[in-house]
C-alpha cells in the first residue's frame, strides 16, 4: 500500500531508466510524491491497484503499446489525467481520434520539465474540482479535464455543446498550443525584461530580453530566487504593499539587479500580482536605466492606476 501523503501523487511510465528516474527527481523536487513504472503491463497493474493523480505515460513501452494502456486505463478510471509522451509528431493521424481524446494532453519530445511540471499542476488541480463538484466518473464518457494551458483561448467560433463540458477536442489543443507559442514569441520581442517569481520568490518565467541583460540561461534562471539577481530587494516592503497589489495596484521603484558576471545594473520596475489558479505570482516588468550612482535602498512608491 501506499505511504498517505498530501503531496499529488504521480505515475511515470517510461522504460528508459535514465530518463524515467531524472523525471521523477526533478517532480519530487516540485513537491509530487512519484512512483515508476518501466512496462506497459507494470504501469497498468499499478494504475488499476493504486491512486494516483495523474499518469505521465511514454507511447513506446517494450512489452505494450502506450495507446493500449491508455485505452485501458481510461476505460476503467476515466477521471484520471494520463499525459501522453510521444517522440511521434504525428500521432493525431496514427491514432483514432476517440481514443487519443481520452488523453489528458499529449506532450512530443523533446519536452522541457517545466512543461511537463505545469501540465501537472493543472491536472491535479482539474482532478480536485471535478471532485468537489461531486460528479461521478460514470456522467461522462471521457476524461473531464481541462488542457493545461497559461493562456486562455479565443472562443470557438462553431457554437458550443450544452451542458457542461470540460475536455478539448484535438483540434481544440493545437490551437491552444499555437496561441501559447504565439504569445511566447510575442513576451520574447519586448525590449522589457519580464520576470514571474512564485510566492517562493523562484523564477518560473522570464522572456528572451530578461535573459539577455541578466546573462544567464533558462535553466541557470530557473534555479535562481530574487534575492540573486536582486541584492537589494526589500522583501518587508513588499509585504507592506501586499494587499495594494492584490486590490490591483502596481508597485514602481528603482533599485540594481545584478548580471551573472556580478555587473550590477540600475532599473525601473513595476511589479504586478497574479492570482493564477489560486497560486500568486509576482510579475515584474523591468527598465534599464542609464549608468548612475549606486543605489543604496529601494524606496518605493505606490502608484493607484488600476
Known amino acids: 500500500m501506499a505511504p498517505v501523503t498530501n503531496m499529488p501523487r504521480v505515475l511515470v511510465v517510461d522504460d528508459d531508466p535514465d530518463i524515467s528516474l531524472a523525471l521523477a527527481d526533478y517532480l519530487r523536487q516540485g513537491n509530487f510524491d512519484v512512483d515508476v513504472a518501466y512496462t506497459g503491463n507494470a504501469a497498468l497493474k499499478k494504475g488499476l491497484a493504486e491512486h494516483y493523480d495523474a499518469v505521465l505515460l511514454d507511447v513506446g513501452l517494450p512489452d505494450r503499446d502506450g495507446i493500449e494502456i491508455l485505452k485501458e486505463l481510461a476505460s476503467q478510471k476515466p477521471e484520471l489525467p494520463i499525459i ?161 497589489l492584490r486590490q490591483g495596484k502596481t508597485l514602481s521603484y528603482s533599485t540594481m539587479h545584478r548580471t551573472k558576471q556580478g555587473q550590477g545594473i540600475p532599473v525601473e520596475i513595476s511589479v504586478y500580482l497574479l492570482n493564477f489558479h489560486g497560486q500568486e505570482f509576482t510579475c515584474a516588468i523591468t527598465k534599464q536605466m542609464p549608468a548612475q550612482p549606486p543605489v543604496t535602498d529601494d524606496r518605493s512608491r505606490v502608484n493607484t492606476s488600476k
Open 84 to 244: 501522453l509522451l510521444t517522440a511521434f509528431t504525428s500521432l493525431d493521424q496514427s491514432t483514432p481520434p476517440d481514443i487519443l481524446n481520452k488523453a489528458f494532453a499529449y506532450l512530443t519530445k523533446p519536452y522541457s520539465r517545466e512543461e511537463i511540471q505545469q501540465i501537472l499542476r493543472r491536472a491535479v488541480l482539474g482532478a480536485k474540482k471535478f471532485e468537489e463538484q461531486g460528479e461521478s466518473a460514470s456522467h461522462v464518457s471521457t476524461n473531464p479535464l481541462p488542457f493545461p494551458s497559461l493562456i486562455q483561448p479565443s472562443p470557438p467560433s462553431r457554437p458550443k455543446s450544452t451542458g457542461p463540458s470540460y475536455q478539448l477536442s484535438l483540434d481544440e489543443y493545437q490551437r491552444l498550443a499555437e496561441t501559447i507559442q504565439l504569445m511566447q514569441f510575442a513576451f520574447d520581442h519586448v525590449p522589457q525584461a519580464i520576470l514571474i517569481a512564485d510566492t517562493d520568490k523562484r523564477f518560473r518565467f522570464a522572456n528572451q530580453a530578461a535573459y539577455q541583460i541578466l546573462g544567464y540561461t533558462k535553466e541557470e534562471l530557473e534555479a535562481l530566487r530574487i534575492p540573486d539577481i536582486s541584492p537589494n530587494h526589500d522583501n518587508q516592503n513588499y509585504q507592506n504593499h501586499l494587499n495594494e
